[in-house]
């Protein structure tokens, strides 16, 4: 599935445009999208899905324009979504919740809804569960359902909003292994602020910031983005030197290492291997003319 934006733009009444100009082409596979709180991400993914429409521009998936409604209709039988706040049901098993939502997505034979359901459940993990009520799952189950969910139909393009936000580590490390499976066979849109998530299953990025498209390309390039500028202060030094970007700090009995992002590194600091966390840190410090 090939999806293109093009100069899109979106504006709330009252308010700074929640997105502006994001001209962009999305390659297939795992693409995460990074961007700090109000940047303009569950918008751009609304705007993906056709939930809402742009004040501006233009989306195009497989050279059809979202516009028209007979696409936005077409493409909801092939578009997954997992919403930041979903609440399956809890009086629903599994399998119920996700007939529902069959019947919801178009998928008119019972006996079909039946078999996604079935295999879904085993997808994500909760065969075991599947006629027990939703409302007794932990977070992580209920998360599963929700990706089972957004399964439903069998879609090419799996758009996918925080959904690590709040699981425990095995839990999300579980969930982003399903996440990267899954986007061997579709495109996955991964929005979060986990950007450890990112690092390890995306190997295509966007970033937006305030509405702007900041950067998309390769992980690797954004990592690149503090290459030469990643340091680790000597440990006396405390508080953080000025003119730097402070990523993390580290206190020991003997005083405090900062580990900075800067063009001007301190006396004593010694260069560090950049992270994706380093790159994203970056990005923002050169955008800001830090
Ligand atoms: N329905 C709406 N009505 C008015 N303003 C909105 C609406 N939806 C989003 N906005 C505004 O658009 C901007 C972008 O919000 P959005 O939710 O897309 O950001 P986000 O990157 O998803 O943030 P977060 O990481 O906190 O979820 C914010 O200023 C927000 O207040």
């Not at 998936?61 to 706040?85: E, F, M």
């Not at 579709?186 to 390890?200: C, K, M, P, Y």
């Amino acid at each position: 599935m090939f999806i293109s934006l093009d100069h899109i733009g979106k504006d709330f009444r009252g308010k700074p445009a929640a997105l502006d100009e994001i001209t962009l082409d999305l390659p297939s596979g795992m693409i995460g999208l990074l961007g700090s709180n109000g940047a303009g991400k569950t918008t751009l993914m609304r705007i993906l899905c056709g939930i809402i429409q742009p004040t501006r521009g233009e989306v195009f998936i497989d050279g059809h324009n979202l516009a028209k409604a007979s696409v936005r209709r077409t493409l909801k039988k092939t578009l997954g979504y997992l919403p930041q706040d979903i609440e399956p049901y809890p009086n629903l098993t599994p399998l119920e919740f996700l007939d529902y939502v069959g019947v919801l997505k178009g998928i008119d034979s019972k006996s079909s809804r039946r078999r996604q359901a079935t295999e879904l459940v085993s997808v994500v993990g909760l065969a075991s569960a599947k006629d027990r009520r939703i409302g007794g799952f932990s977070g992580g189950m209920r998360r599963r359902v929700g990706i089972a969910q957004a399964l439903m139909g069998d879609p090419k393009l799996l758009i996918v909003d925080e959904p690590t936000a709040g699981l425990d580590p095995e839990e999300r490390v579980r969930f982003r292994t399903l996440l990267a499976s899954l986007g061997q066979e579709r495109t996955v849109v991964l929005s979060t602020h986990i950007l450890d998530d990112v690092a390890q299953t995306c190997p295509y990025v966007f970033v937006l910031r305030d509405g702007h498209l900041r950067y998309d390309g390769a992980t690797s390039g954004l990592i690149g983005a503090a290459k030469g500028r990643t340091w680790i202060t000597a440990e006396q030094v405390a508080p953080p030197p000025e003119r730097t970007t402070v990523v993390n700090a580290i206190t020991t009995p003997r005083g405090t290492r900062y580990r900075v992002i800067t063009d001007n590194p301190p006396a004593g600091a010694v260069p560090a291997e950049p992270s994706l966390e380093d790159g994203y840190m970056a990005l923002a410090m050169l955008n800001e003319g830090a």
